[in-house]
């Protein structure tokens, strides 16, 4: 009995730590932003990014651009698949890591981008800038 309420915590458990962005990755942050991006989604885009730093102008374009992409991704079928790979440097809240990125989307055409991460008050962020 023991066991199963153990078991049965795990997910409650995983949840928790994942809201505390404690399981957090450069990985797992640039798959989020990718898909934001091709999704549309600027909240997401900033909860990822140092999106909130850059100035107006640059918010402004940016956010034409991803309105854009996510256009061009929806005409694809929208994403299949996100494959991130990081190479880390430094460490603690100086820890950088550069990644790049493969995109396959539904109609089978695949796109690639690349993009440097960087903890700001212990969680992984995309730099924009």
Known sequence: MTRLKLIGLLPFTLTVLGGCNLMSSPESTVKSMVEAVHDGDLEKLAKHSNYAELPAD????????????????????????????CARSGSGDSEVANCTNKITFKDGTNDA???????IGGDWKVKLN
């Open 113 to 119: 981008g690349s993009a440097k991460v960087v903890k």
């Open 58 to 85: 640059a918010q402004q374009k940016l956010s034409t651009t991803v309105g854009l992409t996510s256009v061009g991704s929806k005409e694809k079928g929208g994403l299949a698949s996100v494959e991130v790979s």
